[in-house]
């Protein structure tokens, strides 16, 4: 059984899952910076894109076509372990994102051996909101007769432009800038400012990965 690799146009549903919580917590990649919701800027960090699973898109669910009952479910399938490195040494015009990731699958029918290629989605997006660029990937899954469970290994790689990634020095010198009580812009957030807020969006990249699914998989995990 293959899943043929289905063009999500990517954007309405995807870019709406990537802007629903992608990232948690207090803490913010900004590009180059690390900002904390209590504190302010807390430090520069690496121009990298931070690497993630889109909400919704790291699960997959395949019923028996034609089906919709409790015993419908064909195959079940995870992204884990997803681990990533980037070589983001002085003096490289490009931020290379090296991605890696194992798919946990479980089928229902054991009785036959069985090879699946899973479609997965590689996508870099900028500052949230645009696709910079997509490529579609398969995961092999084999599984042997008598099998239930089964685990594949996939890889994926990303490309950034250094510069694009990289803060204006002015706009870097007004975020770290020590501010203290009695200065005349002490009060003034530069996070709140609208050039800071955009520079910081133009250089924030993010490489995504997860299932290619079709419109009704992805309406089938909203519901889980």
Not at 177 to 204: F, I, M, S, W
Request: charged share 20%; with cysteine; hydrophobic share 45%.
């Amino acid at each position: 059984m293959r899943f043929a690799p289905r063009r999500l146009a990517l954007l309405a549903p995807l870019a709406a899952i990537v802007l629903t919580g992608v990232l948690t917590g207090c803490s913010k990649n900004h590009g180059e910076l690390v900002v904390d919701d209590s504190v302010g800027v807390t430090a520069l960090r690496s121009p990298c894109p931070t690497v993630a699973v889109p909400e919704l898109t790291g699960d997959l669910t395949a019923l028996i076509p034609g089906r919709t009952d409790a015993g419908a479910i064909d195959l079940t399938a995870s992204i884990t372990n997803l681990r990533s490195t980037c070589n983001d040494a002085a003096g490289q015009p490009k931020l290379v994102t090296d991605v890696s990731f194992d798919v946990l699958a479980r089928r229902g029918s054991v009785d036959l051996p069985r090879r699946l290629e899973i479609p997965f989605f590689t996508v870099v997006m900028r500052g949230g909101t645009q696709v910079v660029a997509k490529r579609i990937g398969n995961v092999v899954i084999d599984f042997a007769a008598g099998q239930e469970r089964a685990t594949g290994h996939a890889t994926a790689t990303s490309t950034v432009d250094r510069a694009e990634a990289t803060l204006p020095d002015e706009i870097r010198r007004r975020l770290a800038k020590k501010r203290r009580a009695g200065d005349p812009d002490a009060a003034v957030d530069p996070l709140a400012q609208p050039d800071v807020r955009a520079a910081l969006a133009r250089a924030g990249f993010e490489t995504l990965v997860g299932f290619q699914l079709t419109q009704g998989q992805l309406a089938y995990n909203a519901t889980r």
